[in-house]
């Protein structure tokens, strides 16, 4: 397992345990737009799971925003409002001071999705989003 998910550090462990097994993990990114980065992983050929970063306008909430993602319904909000996520997908919501000059009144969100790999562990995703999330927080990302 890389150490690095399309350039973001983000613990081995954590993103093997939101896998389906396999022999041959790949990564590619995506920019499918001006404000989002996607990180697709793919086991033996087939996509799995999907990290991304997404510029939203300021004044959304973190329920609002993963409306927008398939697989958030009914999903466990944490205690600061900041991440939501069930077994098989999560949204957060980057710190306050993550801006970037290019995405004037903006704030960074990241996601979490499995994608038809059978997983549905809402600890491993909950961990994934988390980690990932701080990642994204530490990185050229947040100005």
């Known amino acids: 397992m890389p ?3 399309c350039g973001m550090p983000v613990d081995p462990a954590l993103v093997k345990a939101a896998l ?3 022999d041959t993990l790949t990564s590619a990114t995506q920019k499918p737009n ?3 980065v996607r990180c697709n992983l793919s086991v033996d050929g087939k ?3 999907s990290l991304a970063q997404a510029w939203w306008s300021e004044g959304h909430t973190t ?3 993963s409306q927008a993602y398939p697989g958030t319904d009914d999903g466990k909000l944490s ?3 900041r991440f939501l996520h069930t077994g098989q997908a999560g949204v957060g919501k980057t710190v306050s001071s993550c801006k970037a000059s290019e995405h004037p009144e903006q ?3 990241t996601t979490v999705e499995t994608r038809d790999s059978g997983v549905d562990d809402p600890a491993a995703i909950e961990k994934l989003l988390v980690a990932y999330t701080k990642a994204v927080e ?3 990302a947040c100005g």
Request: glycine residues 20%.
């Open 63 to 65: 329920a609002a925003v």
């Open 79 to 81: 205690d600061d409002l």
């Open 3 to 5: 150490t690095s998910m």
């Open 138 to 140: 530490g990185s050229a």
């Open 47 to 49: 996509l799995v799971l």
């Open 20 to 22: 389906p097994g396999g």
């Open 107 to 109: 704030d960074l969100y």
């Open 34 to 36: 001006g404000g989002t």
